[in-house]
């Protein structure tokens, strides 16, 4: 049974940072791409950011370029997103995905149930 699990999502002043973990069970984490999606209230699921199954490779989202940094730890089969510089417009549940690196949801086939993450101005 696959198992994605996210955490480390709460509130958090403007400016603040938060790191969120993804764990995966029920997979070979080491042989998938993996990425960071996030829906805020009342809007669509967006890409946020996504690294390849080595970590040699990563992608970003406009919107948190230079903010939030995506790693991942093959030998714990953890997946991770350092947010830093938090914006009120970072507000929103993001959701950790396996699959094929790329922007689209359709490239991942594996989700989690999101945590959820505020930021007050």
């Known amino acids: 049974q696959v198992q994605l699990v996210e955490s480390g999502g709460g509130l958090v002043q403007a400016g603040g940072s938060l790191r969120l973990s993804c764990a995966v069970s029920g997979l070979t984490f080491s042989s998938y791409d993996m990425g960071w999606f996030r829906q805020a209230p009342g809007q669509e699921r967006e890409f946020a950011a996504a690294i390849s199954w080595s970590g040699g490779r990563t992608l970003y989202a406009d919107a948190v370029q230079g903010r939030f940094t995506i790693s991942r730890d093959n030998a714990k089969n953890t997946l991770y997103l350092q947010m830093n510089s938090l914006k009120p417009e970072d507000t929103a549940v993001y959701y950790c995905?396996?699959?094929?690196?790329?922007?689209?949801?359709?490239?991942?086939?594996?989700w989690g149930q999101g945590t959820q993450v505020t930021v007050s101005s």
């Open positions: 995905a396996a699959g094929a690196l790329g922007l689209r949801e359709d490239n991942y086939g594996a």
